[in-house]
């Protein structure tokens, strides 16, 4: 017997990371994304059938085909990141949102909204602007006729990267719930502090609405770091002697015992550093836990990330190469990157991590259409 297939929206589709994670069983019937570099390496991996380069702002409502089950959103992080400018939803990047919520909108008076909506973003915007950008968020869905629920879910779960980030899942208003995706309360695996504080503060007619989502905890992480780590990449150097001698200098002495510890086990160790600012003062910070520290991109207020890979009294230093970053955002080796270096390190950093949407997928939006597989509803 043949699975039903399910039809999605991809905004602010990057790479089609969101795609690669939820897999065969969905088709897609429209991407987007503005930004020209992206949309090659999408139409590289997945066609340019479906794909419309442009900004959201310029979309117009009859280029959306059909009625999706499910419209994904990755709208940009920087204006609600903790390392960008604190702009919040009323800033250009992040505010784009609007326009694709009044796509929403449009879609829901003609009686074709999408069952499910995902927004993805960094969990710094579970906290902007004192939580008023969160509420505006999920407010903005239940006006056009959704329920919402909010998971943090961490990719260290999944793959060697700490990368937590806020998935808010609305599920239209007439479909049925399944008790296998609604749990009675918060589960601190999925749902943190601070988003239990930010849905204490909704206003009441919309946390009327809310809904506490359930997912099954991960089956574990198969690889580690070092595990992902290539060898020779050809597409960057290793540092010279001196260059290393001088990132190990900006290190404070506490991150200097981790270098001295990882050199006194005698086994080759992978590191990940940054270089931040601290007290007026650049620092490279450095940990040594199996995990690469979270991918960020210059355009999202930081740095690109270094390894330290230490073998006994050896140290050597580099730059993350691209495949490593694409690994650690849970992409096969078959994914075709930009043949720039600069450009594939972007696209990684700005993507979604495929195992996460995959895990997302299988546990509770795939179990949501299911259970409202017949004729749709249209919405009042």
Known sequence: MNKKTFGFYEFFAGGGMA??????????????????????????????????????????LGELPGEADLAWASFPCQDLSLAGNGGGLKSKRSGSFWPFRDLMEGLAREGRGPRLIVLENVV??????????????????????????????????????????????????????????????????????SLLKAGQALPRSIARRWIWWRLPEPPGRKLDFIDIIEDEPDDVAWKSEKETEKLLALMSDINRRKVEQAQATGRRMVGGVYRRT???KLRAEVRFDNLSGCLRTPSGGSSRQLLLIVEGDRVRSRLLSAREAARLMGLDDDYRLPDNYNAAYHLAGDGVVAPVVAHLSGFLLTPLLEENSGERKRVA
């Open 124 to 193: 710094g915007a579970i906290s902007s602007h004192g939580g008023k950008d969160f509420s505006a968020l999920v407010s903005a869905l239940v006006e056009i006729g959704y329920d919402v629920g909010a998971l943090v879910i961490n990719a260290a779960h999944f793959v060697p990267q700490s990368r937590p980030r806020l998935f808010i899942v609305a599920a239209r208003s007439d479909l049925v719930l399944p008790k296998s995706v609604v749990d009675n309360g918060p589960n601190s695996l999925w749902h943190p502090s």
């Open 278 to 280: 601290r007290n007026g």
């Open 19 to 60: 795609r690669a994670g939820l897999g065969d069983r969905w088709q897609c019937l429209f991407a987007n994304d503005f930004d020209p570099a992206k949309a090659e390496s999408y139409r590289r991996n997945w066609g340019g059938e479906h794909l419309k380069v442009k900004d959201i702002a310029e979309v117009e």
